[in-house]
């Protein structure tokens, strides 16, 4: 899905937000739905990629004074240790964005751990009636550390990567900056124990533009039986959702215990990775909740190794369970 090619000289900014949060019961004079985090910190690192390496050129960090949430969420000074004075040091947001967006440069590609950042920052920009376009790539360096780590489809906190790499821990979690500092130590210790053009390879076909929607779900209605259940979506993922075309099998649907898999493709927007899971409601009746997204390395990864559990075992999948798997029966909710 990135269309920018990464060669000497491309530019990386790994960044991590703080934002805190509404507190429960209070009132506010807007709906809280459209701002469910002000952030409070932002941090970044920026990189220049260099024969196969990562070469670290600045660092940013930026405490930001909310405008509406003043008061420090309970979890949120627990988690970053932050008081309810630190929150009336640093700039308004809109100024800590501008500098954050020149730290940026022109043509970086964005890094984050996990995939809440930059919701959160076009939530932000939004809210504050600023421009929220980013027109800039987001790599999200979680599943790429996850399947260079041999942890294939785990979700990792940044901490379990650093010991993973055993980076020296020189300052708390939880602080912005701290987070992207760490964050990048762990992208480059990815480039330093991988082939570069192996990373290059998983990095390019992770990448996403953050300004389009990517995912896209379903809840069927009810039926009574599993297969009725995924009949009541199998129109939603047979067409692109952005064009509406017949999607083509790259392969085709195939079931194990309650999860339908598939890969897609449309001639115009690329390939989508489908996932349909069959789900009981309490009156016994089986309905099925589709979700298709154009796809990232870990999707193909994850489709072909069920593909491969499937046609060994079939529907029943593996019989030594992982245990992560261990609930994967169709429970009642
Ligand atoms: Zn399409």
């Avoid at 405008?67 to 949120?76: D, I, M, Q």
């Avoid at 449309?266 to 409601?281: A, M, P, V």
């Avoid at 193909?300 to 261990?326: C, H, M, N, Q, R």
Wanted: contains cysteine; aromatic residues 12%.
């Amino acid at each position: 899905m990135l269309s920018k090619k990464i060669v000497d000289g491309c530019e990386f900014v790994v960044f991590d937000l703080e934002w805190n949060q509404p507190i429960p019961g209070k009132a506010y004079d807007f709906d809280c739905s459209t701002l469910t985090g002000e952030i409070i910190e932002i941090g970044a690192c920026r990189y220049v990629y260099e024969n196969g390496d990562l070469v670290l050129k600045d660092v940013f960090s930026a405490d930001v004074v909310p405008a509406v949430y003043t008061r420090l969420h309970y979890h949120v000074r627990k988690v970053t240790q932050k008081k309810n004075s630190d929150l009336k040091k640093g700039q308004p947001f809109e100024q800590a964005y501008k500098r954050f967006r020149e730290f940026c440069g022109p043509d970086a590609i964005l890094v984050g751990w996990g995939n809440s950042d930059p919701a959160m920052l076009k939530m932000n920009l939004k809210f504050f009636g600023m421009d929220h376009k980013l027109g800039m790539q987001f790599l999200d360096l979680q599943p790429i550390f996850s399947f260079f780590a041999g942890q294939k489809g785990k979700q990792r906190s940044v901490e379990a990567a650093v010991d993973f790499y055993n980076i020296e821990k020189k300052d708390i979690f939880h602080s912005a900056t701290a987070d992207a500092q760490y964050t990048g130590e762990v992208f480059e210790e990815i480039f330093r124990h991988n082939k570069p053009s192996e990373v290059i390879s998983a990095i390019s076909s992770s990448s996403v533009d953050p300004d389009v929607k990517n995912e896209f779900s379903l809840v069927g209605s009810e039926a009574k039986d599993a297969e009725g259940a995924l009949k009541m979506v199998e129109g939603f993922v047979s067409v692109c959702p952005l064009c509406g075309k017949k999607l083509e099998d790259e392969i085709s649907r195939f079931r194990i215990r309650k999860s339908q898999y598939a890969l897609f493709s449309c001639i115009e927007h690329g390939e989508l990775f489908s996932r349909t899971r069959i789900k009981k409601n309490k009156s016994g009746m089986f309905y099925a909740s589709a979700v298709l997204r154009f796809a990232t390395q870990t999707d193909y990864y994850l489709v072909a190794s069920k593909k491969e559990e499937f046609d060994k075992y079939g529907i029943t999948g593996a019989p030594a369970v992982p245990a992560e798997e261990k609930n994967d029966e169709i429970d009642n909710l």
